[in-house]
Nanobody, 117 residues
């Protein structure tokens, strides 16, 4: 069983920053990809950023260099999403996903990010 916990959301003003954190509590699985998704009200869940086990990354076009996905060098199975220059349209629930192969997905419960003045 894998427990995924994502934290770090909150209320921030436009132009501000937040760092999200996500931990997958397991010692049995080596994951292939780690990713952040988001879902705004009345919208579909969309990919924000992806980090592969080889260190390669992929970002959605709307990120435009503002966000960075990374792995914790001190704790296995923890990732971060550093979000800078936040805008109102970034308001959403952010979820992390850990994937093994093509069939095993483990999702966090989501953390709310609200960008508002």
């Amino acid at each position: 069983q894998v427990q995924v916990v994502d934290t770090g959301g909150g209320l921030v003003q436009p132009g501000g920053s937040l760092r999200l954190s996500c931990a997958a509590r397991t010692t049995r699985i080596s994951f292939d990809t780690m990713a952040w998704f988001r879902q705004a009200p009345a919208k579909e869940r969309e990919l924000v950023a992806l980090l592969a086990s080889d260190g390669s990354t992929n970002y959605a076009d709307f990120v435009e260099g503002r966000f960075t996905i990374s792995k914790d060098n001190n704790e296995e199975n923890r990732i971060f999403l550093q979000m800078n220059k936040l805008i109102v349209d970034d308001t959403a629930v952010y979820f992390c996903r850990w994937r093994k192969g093509s069939l095993l997905d483990y999702w966090g419960q989501g953390t709310q990010v609200t960008v508002s003045s």
